[in-house]
């Protein structure tokens, strides 16, 4: 199949209709910018070979134009088998399929519908897709010939890909009776092992593990009753072990009951002393209490009366004090009202200051604005002129010839002067030279003289009839097409024609003419550019606005102040006695303020100072009364005299102190009688509980070994273990015979593998000896040999004759785009040695460098001469250097009138 031509519509980025073809036979290099929609229509092309019109999901809804609830349409035609052909399509939106075939001038419909999607799919050996957009698996010998952008490399080959590249390399992997050998061994070897070579285990194990199993199982059960043989005579010796032990733990029990009697009996008394020594301890802590309550009682009336006393002072002393602080109160506060008369005098002077600054304001706004009107009006008279004088210049209506048709009149003169040239040139030339006088008609009638001559000119004949000799006629050819003659005057209609909406009869008038336009046009263009200088990228509107805004600035400031009516205000003057007045006034009034803030603070800590001290002398007489209320508190709560309550607080202290010797007796006697015995009652009685759990248990042991014993002596182990020695003799040779079946069945597969391979290497030749003749023109030296796979992709690389394979990861990035890019050409020159094929690849050379480039267009111009090769591409600089390619300028096309395309 090769293609003739794409037309597409409402898909994608294409809003509008836009056709490429016709489409060369050979090389074809579709190219335009990025985002112009070279990867749009590759997709757009596959899309409409391979996938159902009535296809639905997501990935088809993002086939629709940008925004646009429409049916996008695409339509191929191609040529198959000598057929020339043109498929319709629409999806989404009223989806419909038509196939027609060339038939005479025009043509045909052959299928459409489903019909016509069946048909174009084999064609191309296609298979429908599930679901959804087809994958490049569903896309038949395609899936080899069209190389995606980015997807250069093959990363897999269909089944119908591979048959039909086999069908064009003309080899054959087996015969039938070897294929269905094959299976039978194939059917038998997985009925063993899995997919990688292991040995099936598990659900549907091979018979070789079963028997393995089994013979493991036995050898296991063999072991366990030669062990249970040796146990049944060990199991003799232990039980007479198993009595003697239950004899010793038994003595041990009745020990360790006798000691834990003892143990008991000194626990309780060692509580008892413990019990006595805090009861004592108690009565302490008591007799302790109350001296401690007694000493606070007494050590608090000292502490109220020493208080009482204190604050008694305190008032005697602020008492003093207050006279004083009320006199600097009145001091501070004569002072502050001194410095704030003399503040406001100042700041009174001070605001005449500021009338002078705002005269001043108003001076500036003068003078800016009267500076501003003077220099606006001028500029904007001269504006206005020009403006004029521009508008009188455009308003002439002009006589003269542009530069174009000046040129134009000038070529139509140089044609008739070269008309005129050619007439005289060809035009025939007969020459009469009279003896004697003579009359002649040539073609008036004359007399000649006697040495006398004549000329006659004209084409394509002339004739002179001499009075009583005859007519003389001269002809030339009469083949000449067109005569000069009728050239001048073509020559002479046209230049009149061009020359006639001017009034002007000559070329050099014109020319004048042209030159005062040129010169008029210089002289308007010097006054824009002076007008465009003025307004200085402002408008002639905004100047006035601005002057309107100067003028009535300055005529509101007179109004305001009169005397700058016929004088001006000198600005220097005023700023000057500004100046003056402010550094005279302003730092004068900040030390004012300066000090009297000083005052204020001074005064203001002065009062605080008087209110904290009368504040503190008011409180005084409630805080004494409040300690005589505790004093008197204190001694009601006991009810006794000094002396009384000396005497119980010595009473209480002896109290404590023989409470102290009392405990520290008991404590002492707790000491000699040693630890307390509780820990060991509580160790004594987890020993007894584990000897009578050990004697439980030995007891239980030895009634054990004795049923055991007895079980074993009935078991018969001697004829267990000569029964499954038999068995596992037989199981054995069953293994051995599985083992060797699977192992002629691997040789058997190995062997058919090795053939295979021989067969593969036989297939891949041709395609690994055009990409191994290729690849180096490419690169530009040796890259060793290939291995490609059944299914045609290559492999892995070998640098060195004999060494080892190198994966194709190994390969720099150009290089293995290369390599791919290579073996896609191969593919397809094989498949078009029985009918030409088309390849398409999307940008396919994103990491080649220049210099390769080059070459690759070399091998290109070769390919294109057996198959049809459609690139698309962002630089096609880069393919410039192919011989023969059909270049397709895709923004061109898409800038161009869709009525022109």
């Keep these: 199949m090769i293609f003739r031509a794409i037309e597409i519509e409402s898909w994608g980025c294409f809003t509008t209709p836009l056709a490429i073809g016709p489409l060369a036979e050979g090389v074809n290099v579709i190219h335009g910018p990025n985002a112009t929609g070279k990867s749009t229509l590759a997709s757009a092309l596959a899309r409409g070979l391979f996938d159902r019109h009535k296809v639905s999901g997501s990935d088809a809804e993002a086939l629709r134009p940008w925004g646009r609830d429409v049916g996008p349409r695409i339509a191929i035609e191609f040529a198959h088998a000598g057929v020339e052909y043109r498929l319709e399509k629409r999806f989404l939106v009223g989806p419909s399929s038509r196939l027609l075939r060339r038939e005479g001038s025009g043509f045909a419909l052959v299928a459409e519908g489903e019909a016509a999607d069946e048909r174009v799919r084999a064609i191309l050996s296609a298979t429908p897709a599930g679901k959804g957009l087809s994958k490049s698996s569903n896309w038949g010998i395609a899936q080899v010939l069209w190389a995606p952008q980015g997807e250069l490399r093959l990363d897999e080959t269909s089944r119908d890909a591979e048959v039909r590249l086999r069908d064009a390399i003309g080899a054959s992997t087996s015969s039938p009776e070897g294929e269905r050998l094959e299976r039978r061994i194939d059917e038998e070897w997985s009925k063993i092992f899995t997919p990688k070579g292991q040995l099936k285990r598990g659900q549907g194990a091979s018979r070789l593990v079963t028997v393995e199993a089994d013979r493991r199982r036995v050898e296991d059960e063999l072991a366990r009753a030669c062990a249970d043989l040796a146990a049944f005579e060990e199991a003799s010796r232990k039980l007479e072990a198993l009595r003697d032990g239950h004899a010793s733990l038994a003595k041990d029990q009745q020990l360790t009951k006798d000691r834990l009697v003892e143990l008991r009996a000194r626990a309780t008394a060692y509580l008892e002393l413990v019990a006595k020594e805090e009861k004592i301890a108690s009565e302490e802590s008591a007799a302790r209490d109350r001296a401690a309550a007694i000493d606070r009682r007494v050590r608090a009336l000292a502490d109220v009366r020493a208080k009482r006393r204190e604050l008694e002072t305190s008032k005697g002393d602020v008492a003093a004090k207050l006279p004083a602080l009320e006199a600097e109160v009145g001091a501070r506060a004569g002072e502050v009202n001194r410095l704030a008369a003399r503040l406001a005098e100042t700041r009174a002077a001070l605001d005449d200051l500021e009338s002078m600054r705002i005269e001043l304001d108003d001076a500036r706004r003068f003078r800016a604005a009267s500076e501003k009107e003077a220099t606006l009006r001028p500029r904007i008279d001269r504006i206005d002129e020009l403006d004029r004088r521009i508008a009188a210049s455009g308003s002439r209506p002009s006589t003269a010839p542009s530069r174009d048709e000046l040129s134009a009149i000038g070529r139509a003169a140089a044609a008739r002067d070269q008309a005129r040239a050619v007439l005289d040139a060809s035009a025939l030339r007969l020459e009469i030279t009279a003896e004697a006088p003579v009359e002649i008609e040539a073609p008036e009638q004359r007399r000649l003289a006697p040495g006398e001559s004549v000329e006659v000119r004209g084409t394509p004949e002339v004739s002179i009839r001499i009075r009583g000799v005859g007519i003389v006629r001269a002809r030339g050819p009469s083949?000449?097409?067109?005569?000069?003659?009728?050239?001048?005057?073509?020559?002479?209609?046209?230049?009149?024609?061009?020359?006639?909406?001017?009034?002007?009869?000559?070329?050099?008038?014109?020319?004048?003419?042209?030159?005062?336009?040129?010169?008029?046009?210089?002289?308007?263009?010097?006054?824009?550019?002076?007008?465009?200088?003025?307004?200085?990228?402002?408008?002639?509107?905004?100047?006035?606005?601005?002057?309107?805004?100067?003028?009535?600035e300055t005529v509101e400031l007179r109004a305001r102040r009169p005397d700058w009516t016929n004088s001006a205000p000198h600005v220097e003057s005023m700023e000057e006695a500004y100046t003056k007045h402010h550094a005279s006034l302003v730092p004068l009034v900040r030390a004012l303020e300066d000090e009297h803030k000083t005052a204020a603070r001074s005064h203001a800590d002065a009062e605080q100072s008087w209110f904290r001290e009368r504040t503190k002398f008011e409180s005084l007489p409630a805080q004494i009364q409040r300690e005589i209320d505790a004093e008197r508190r204190l001694v009601d709560e006991d009810g006794l005299d000094e002396a009384a309550r000396a005497a119980a607080c010595e009473d209480a202290a002896l109290a404590w102190r023989a409470a102290t010797a009392a405990a520290r007796i008991a404590k002492e006697e707790r000491r000699e009688f040693g630890g307390d015995p509780a820990g060991d009652v509580v160790r004594t009685e987890q020993s007894l509980e584990r000897l009578d759990d050990a004697e439980r248990r030995a007891f239980e042991a030895v009634k054990l070994a004795e049923g055991a014993l007895n079980d074993r002596a009935d078991e018969g182990a001697y004829s267990t273990v000569a029964r499954l020695e038999e068995q596992r003799a037989r199981l054995a040779d069953d293994e051995a015979r599985e083992r060797r079946r699977a192992d002629a069945l691997e040789c058997l597969r190995s062997a058919i593998a090795k053939a295979r391979a021989e067969v593969v290497d036989l297939l891949v030749r041709p395609i690994r000896a055009r990409v191994e003749k290729s690849l180096p023109r490419i690169v530009g030296g040796e890259i060793g040999s290939l291995e490609f796979g059944a299914d045609f992709r290559p492999r892995a690389i070998r640098p060195e004759p004999g060494g080892d394979a190198v994966g194709l990861d190994a390969l720099s990035g150009g290089t293995a785009e290369q390599l791919h890019f290579a073996t896609r050409l191969a593919l397809a020159e094989v498949l078009s040695e029985k009918a030409r094929e088309v390849i398409v690849l999307d940008d396919p050379l994103v990491f080649t460098d220049a210099e390769r480039m080059v070459r690759i267009a070399e091998v290109l111009a070769e390919a294109g001469a057996r198959c049809q090769i459609l690139l698309f591409t962002c630089h096609p600089e880069r393919y410039r250097g192919l011989p023969v390619a059909r270049e397709f300028d895709l923004a061109a096309i898409r800038r161009a009138d869709p009525a022109k395309r």
């Design 479 to 552: 083949d000449l097409g067109a005569s000069p003659a009728d050239a001048l005057r073509k020559a002479d209609e046209t230049l009149s024609a061009l020359m006639q909406p001017f009034g002007a009869t000559d070329v050099e008038s014109l020319e004048k003419r042209a030159r005062e336009r040129e010169s008029s046009e210089a002289t308007v263009q010097a006054m824009k550019l002076e007008r465009d200088t003025l307004l200085a990228g402002s408008n002639p509107a905004t100047l006035r606005s601005e002057l309107d805004r100067a003028h009535r």
